[in-house]
C-alpha cells in the first residue's frame, strides 16, 4: 500500500503527527509512505520514518523575489502526486491548500477531518469527526488512523537515531546525565521566568549532578545566555547547534524536560521524553504534553486559559503573572514525583 500524510506545518502539529507514520508503518510493514511537509521539518517527518518527504517551501512566499521559486516549488510538487498511485492520502492539516493537495494525490481513498476550515472536507471521501477545539492533537490524529484498521491506543516505536552515543560524544553529555530545559517560545506569556530556570538547573546539578542543557532555535540564543549567566555552572547552551536529527538523540537520552508550551514540547513528547511542562495561557488538555510520565504545571488563575500572547493583567516587559505564579520549588517536586514513578515502572518491568 501506498499512502501520502499531508501536514506540513506548525512545529508543533508535525510532532503530533510523527506517530501517524510510525504507526502506519508498524502496522503495514511493507507499505510505503510519503509525507508532504514544509522544508524546516523535513527532518521530523523523516525521523518519523517516511519513506519520502514531499517539500514545499513556504517562507519563500514571504519575499517577492522569491514567488517565482515558491510557484515552481509548488506546481513541482503538484505535478509529481497525481502519479504516485496513493492508495491512500490523509490530511492532517485541514486547510484550502492542504485539501486542494489532497485532491491533487489523486489518491483511491482520501480522509480528513469534518471540521476542516476553508471548505477542505469537501476533496475527502471519508470525514473524521472529532471536536479539535478540545481534543489534543495526538488524539485526533490518532482517530484518524482508525479509518485504515489503527486502534489508537497502540504504543508507536521510537524516534530516536540508531546512533545517539555520537550526538551525546559531540556536546560533552552522558547518557541520563542531563536534562533539557527549553526557554523561549513564540508567546511572551508562554516563557517561563529565566531566574527561575536558572534556580532549577543549580538545584538538579546540586542533588543529582545533572547537566542541564538548553535549547532551541538562533532566537532562543539571547535568553540562553542570560541564563548562563545566571548559572553558569549548571548549563551548556546549544540554542541554534543541533539539528532535528541530534535534537531526537539528546530527547532520547536526557533523564527528563523542563519546558513551557512550544513545538520542541511535542517532539520529545512524540519521542517520549519524561517531562515537566510549565504552561500558562493555554488549555494544557489540548496542547500539553502528550503520553505517559509527564507531570503538567498550571496556574489556578481564572482567567486561564486566555490564549492572549501577551499577558494583559502584568506589567509590561515582565513574565506572564501565570506563569510566575510555577515557582522553581514547585517545578523540583515535580521533577521528584516524575523520578519515582520512573523508578516504580523499571521495578514493575
Same mark, same amino acid.
Given at each position: ?23 502506519? $508503518?508498524?502496522? +503495514? ?35 517577492? /523575489?522569491?514567488?517565482? $521559486?515558491?510557484? *515552481? ?6 505535478? $509529481?502526486?497525481? *502519479?504516485?498511485?496513493?492508495? +491512500? ?17 489523486? @489518491?483511491?481513498?482520501?480522509? &480528513? ?6 471548505? /477542505?472536507?469537501?476533496?475527502?471521501? =471519508? ?31 521510537? *524516534? @530516536? ?12 553529555? =552522558? ?9 523561549? =517560545?513564540?508567546?511572551? /506569556? ?25 535549547? &532551541? ?50 517532539? %520529545? ?9 510549565? %504552561?500558562?495561557? =493555554?488549555?494544557?488538555?489540548? !496542547? ?18 486566555? +490564549? !492572549? ?11 506572564? #503573572? ?11 517536586? @515535580?521533577?521528584?514525583? #516524575? ?11
Amino acid at each position: 500500500m501506498r499512502f501520502l500524510i499531508i501536514k506540513p506545518s506548525s512545529l508543533g502539529d508535525v510532532a503530533c503527527a510523527m506517530p501517524v507514520v510510525a504507526l502506519i $508503518k508498524k502496522r +503495514y510493514p511493507d507499505a510505503s509512505v510519503d509525507w508532504l511537509v514544509n522544508k524546516e521539518y523535513a527532518g521530523l517527518a523523516k525521523a518519523a520514518g517516511a519513506d519520502r518527504v514531499l517539500v514545499i517551501d513556504r517562507q519563500a512566499w514571504k519575499k517577492v /523575489s522569491s514567488w517565482p $521559486k515558491a510557484l *515552481f516549488n509548488y506546481l513541482g510538487v503538484a505535478c $509529481k502526486l497525481p *502519479f504516485q498511485h496513493y492508495d +491512500y492520502a490523509i490530511d492532517l492539516q485541514g486547510l484550502l491548500r492542504s485539501g486542494i493537495f489532497t485532491a491533487l494525490s489523486n @489518491a483511491k481513498k482520501t480522509i &480528513g477531518f469534518a471540521d476542516g476550515r476553508e471548505g /477542505s472536507p469537501i476533496f475527502y471521501d =471519508t470525514k473524521v469527526t472529532v471536536n479539535r477545539k478540545l481534543t489534543h492533537s495526538t488524539r485526533c490524529n490518532l482517530e484518524v488512523l482508525k479509518e485504515i484498521g489503527i486502534e489508537k491506543d497502540e504504543k508507536w516505536p521510537s *524516534f @530516536a537515531p540508531e546512533d545517539t552515543q555520537s550526538t551525546l560524544d559531540k556536546f560533552g553529555l =552522558t547518557k541520563k546525565g542531563f536534562f533539557i530545559a527549553v526557554p523561549l =517560545t513564540r508567546w511572551k /506569556s508562554k516563557n517561563w521566568v529565566p531566574e527561575s530556570i536558572a534556580a532549577v538547573g543549580r538545584e538538579l546539578k546540586a542533588r543529582h549532578g545533572w547537566q542541564g542543557v538548553l535549547v &532551541g532555535g538562533g532566537d532562543a540564543r539571547e535568553v540562553c545566555a542570560l541564563i548562563c549567566r545566571i548559572a553558569p555552572d549548571a548549563f551548556i547552551d546549544l540554542s541554534g547547534k543541533t539539528d532535528w536529527s541530534q535534537f531526537l538523540a539528546l530527547s532520547a537520552e536526557a533523564v527528563c524536560a523542563v519546558t513551557p508550551d512550544t513545538g520542541p514540547m511535542h517532539v %520529545m513528547a512524540a519521542a517520549g521524553t519524561p517531562m515537566i511542562a510549565v %504552561m500558562g495561557p =493555554t488549555d494544557p488538555r489540548r !496542547h500539553g504534553p502528550y503520553g505517559d510520565h509527564n507531570k503538567v504545571l498550571h496556574s489556578e488563575r481564572r482567567c486561564l486559559p486566555c +490564549y !492572549h500572547r501577551d499577558c494583559v493583567l502584568g506589567e509590561e516587559g515582565s513574565p506572564a #503573572l501565570c506563569m510566575a505564579d510555577i515557582t522553581p520549588q514547585k517545578v523540583l517536586d @515535580a521533577v521528584e514525583e #516524575l523520578l519515582k514513578e520512573l523508578e516504580n515502572k523499571e521495578q514493575n518491568a
